[in-house]
């Protein structure tokens, strides 16, 4: 028989021990779910990296993924996973995907490694929505242990999704600074369509006579290159705004005067640097050129008045100052980011005279300058901005310009936005599925373009028709990701001098009657992008709807670098 104060000494431990019950337990016995996880603020801003506090009930692991900010390097990365004890917290720099209503964290036990993914061409919500949280099947990807020179795990594919998640949803909302028809819905973030669409009107606007090379208070007659002084002035122009942001600019003027090539007036570009803090001499480059179709004729006649075409332009909103806007922006946001690799954003000249600053400078800057180089990606912004979600109708009674001899879209008013891939020599397979698949793991989710997006392959149809046949059996989707076996614009000189891998942006072209006419001006813009008063889709402004097409390709462009700079995408056929 026990004494009293035997008992007595038994019934105080027991009472000590209880309360420390948790902490000696718990890391062993807490449930690992979405509900032991709270997350702060509760409401994320769409469009920004900011810090979200993580705070766990019962120890686990946080698979984030979306792009993050490594806070030891500054670097962006793509996903990580997180682990947390009971009682504690973890934060971690996110950006809240731009175009989504919501982010979509999972959950499982801590320390845990395999995790299941999404598919490349669906969203996490359409995922979570399909039952892909239960882990039966699909892909996975595996944690990678941080170095001693970043704090972020990573992930890398995997075999194995380690099974059943729980999954942890969050709302976030993208704030407004204009009115909807003034493109309100995309006006906020880290960038967003508004910001392209003044600067648009900057480099476009007719008002006021200030200008005396060309008496406009933008920049028109920008015909490529040396000798021409609106050209000269564009040119200062870019370099005062890509100075300003604090980025190395060098002007890359090529004359060549030996037997073998003659001189060449229109060889100028502008390129702005920011060099990388790892592995500078891997160069990742975005592009626009900033010529314009030069006039054919002395006198520039407009199409609408006269009723046919001829060849030329003054203001070149279209093509190309809507690629060269995207360019200058995003080069904006950049130069406050570290990264990896250097980062270049060059303005190009004589585009239209055979792509001769692109090709001038991969040809003698990059092979022969500077050897030690490699270009690992590149990102074309030419001619994007009429298409997907605005009209593609003739706003001045054109006559049938909706005919294109590649097809789409002849009996259609709406026009599908390209992502255009290469190098890409056959239409029936992908050459370069790498770019293809992130095109869409971008566009599909962060992008919120699921539904809109279709990826064109040529099986079963005739080279010279692919592109069209598999669109229409696709029934018309608004934006195609393909791989182009042509290449008309800038990007061909990087594919073809260097076998970088490229993915560029654009929407109607040979279709648009002001294609390389006077007329190609903003407003000309605004009225093929109007919607009102058609019977079919939503009815926006052509302000609107144009805000919305540049902040979706502009995203998309800064967000494949982010990408790129982590993991390039390398091309598939060398």
């Not at 997180?82 to 036990?109: H, K, M, N, Q, Y």
């Not at 250097?342 to 055979?354: I, Q, R």
């Not at 095109?439 to 997006?453: R, Y």
């Not at 046949?469 to 195609?480: A, H, K, N, V």
């Amino acid at each position: 028989m026990r004494s009293r104060s035997g008992i007595a000494l038994l019934l105080v431990t027991v009472m000590v021990s209880a309360p420390l019950g948790g902490c000696i337990f718990t890391e062993e016995e807490g449930s690992a779910d979405a509900s032991s996880l709270s997350v702060a603020p509760e409401v994320l801003e769409a469009g920004v990296f900011q810090p979200v506090e993580l705070n766990a009930k019962a120890p686990m692991s946080v698979y984030i993924p979306y792009l993050v900010r490594d806070p030891m390097t500054g670097f962006i990365q793509n996903s990580t996973v997180v682990d947390i004890s009971t009682g504690s917290s973890a934060t971690i720099e996110i950006l809240a995907p731009p175009r989504t209503d919501s982010v979509l964290l999972l959950v499982g036990e801590k320390g845990r490694e395999e995790w299941p993914v999404r598919e490349s061409n669906e969203s996490w919500m359409t995922w979570l929505m399909r039952g892909g949280d239960a882990g039966k099947d699909g892909k996975g990807v595996q944690r990678v242990s941080h170095t001693e020179n970043t704090s972020l795990d990573t992930v890398n594919h995997s075999t194995d999704n380690g099974g059943r998640v729980s999954v942890k949803t969050v709302s976030s909302i993208r704030g407004q600074t204009v009115g909807i028809e003034q493109g309100g819905a995309h006006s906020s973030g880290l960038l967003h369509g508004r910001v392209v669409y003044e600067r648009l009107h900057e480099i476009t606007d007719p008002a006021n006579a200030l200008d005396p090379v060309d008496g406009k208070a933008g920049y028109w007659d920008r015909w490529a290159g040396q000798g021409n002084p609106a050209y000269e002035d564009a040119a200062q122009y870019l370099i005062s705004e890509l100075t300003a942001m604090g980025l190395d600019v060098i002007q890359h003027r090529y004359e060549f005067t030996d037997i073998f090539q003659v001189q060449n007036p229109e060889a100028y570009n502008i390129c702005a640097y920011k060099w990388g803090s790892e592995i500078p001499d891997e160069w990742l480059v975005f592009g626009a050129h900033f010529d314009v179709a030069p006039p054919a004729n002395a006198v520039l006649l407009d199409p609408h008045v006269t009723g046919s075409r001829t060849y030329g332009t003054r203001v070149g909103a279209y093509d190309n100052t809507a690629g060269t806007s995207m360019v200058l922006e995003t080069a904006k946001v950049l130069a406050e980011f570290e990264s990896r690799r250097t980062m270049v954003f060059c303005l190009w000249s004589g585009e239209e005279g055979g792509k001769r600053g692109s090709d001038y400078w991969t040809e003698y800057y990059v092979k022969e300058d500077n050897p030690h180089v490699t270009v690992t990606n590149y990102i074309n912004l030419d001619m994007a901005g009429v298409n997907w979600p605005g009209g593609g109708g003739a706003p001045h009674g054109d006559p049938d310009p909706q005919i294109d001899e590649d097809g789409y879209p002849k009996d259609s008013e709406v026009w599908p936005m390209r992502v255009y891939i290469g190098p890409g020599p056959t239409h029936d397979r992908f050459d370069q599925p790498g770019m293809v698949g992130l095109s869409n793991w971008i566009g599909s989710d962060a992008l919120g373009l699921e539904e809109q997006i279709g990826t064109l392959i040529g099986t079963n149809y005739s080279a010279d028709t692919w592109k069209t046949d598999s669109w229409l059996d696709m029934d018309r989707p608004e934006i195609i990701v393909y791989e182009d076996t042509t290449a008309r614009s800038d990007h061909a000189s990087f594919q073809d001098n260097l076998g970088t891998v490229t993915v560029g942006f654009g929407g109607l072209v040979d279709g648009y009657w002001c294609y390389h006419q006077v007329c190609d001006t903003l407003d000309e813009m605004e009225d093929w992008m109007d919607t009102t008063g058609k019977d079919y889709g939503e009815e926006n402004s052509g302000v609107a709807n144009l805000a919305n097409s540049l902040d979706m390709i502009t995203w998309w462009a800064l967000m494949t670098f982010f990408h790129c700079d982590e993991k390039p995408v390398l091309n598939a056929l060398e």
